[in-house]
């Protein structure tokens, strides 16, 4: 992303980026001198980096941030702020975030990173309400609840009813996946 503004991207699924810039391969990258704020997204295996800044600054809340396993550099590498986080190294920032952690989904490896029900890390351990009601809702439109929240893009709903993964709209200079 490149933006002189600020941004807002929620409830998003980033995987398998290819995206190369200022020597970072990562799912979200930020190159300019804007700031981006990324709430209760899932980056999986996007390479070096799952979050990375160029110019610019991030801040992660509730979010999962898993880098290739086979690559150098931080799941989150320079990030600004932000809490609630999960990484599969050390570089999930904040004070409550978990690092060293990887979760288990639906299934991985045909891309359903719907969280899985023997989930332990993920599962009710976000920030209820972290981007201050701008949504209230999971990728999959089932409502997050009043409670703590479940880190990444998905709310585990035992039952749930699943909606298509690619719903994309603008709105107020915000992007929502």
């Not at 150098?72 to 050390?90: E, P, R, V």
């Not at 890390?121 to 309400?129: D, H």
């Amino acid at each position: 992303m490149n933006s002189k503004g600020s941004l807002s991207l929620f409830n998003c699924i980033l995987t398998g980026s290819s995206y190369y810039a200022h020597g970072t391969n990562a799912g979200v990258y930020i190159g300019s001198s804007g700031k981006l704020y990324v709430y209760n997204c899932t980056a999986v295996r996007n390479g070096q980096h799952a979050y990375s800044k160029g110019y610019g600054t991030i801040y992660c809340y509730n979010c999962i941030g898993e880098k290739n396993s086979s690559s150098t550099g931080d799941a989150f590498q320079s990030i600004a702020g932000g809490d609630y986080n999960i990484s599969n190294d050390s570089s999930a920032p904040g004070s409550n975030s978990i690092q060293n952690t990887t979760l288990t989904y639906v299934d991985r490896s045909n891309k359903d990173f719907h969280l899985a029900s023997t989930d332990t890390a993920a599962i009710n351990a976000g920030q209820y309400n972290p981007a201050s009601g701008l949504y209230s809702d999971d990728i999959d439109g089932q409502s997050r609840g009043t409670s703590n929240w479940d880190i990444g893009a998905d709310e585990y709903v035992a039952a749930g009813i699943s909606l298509p993964v690619a719903m994309r709209y603008y709105r107020n200079r915000r992007i929502y996946c």
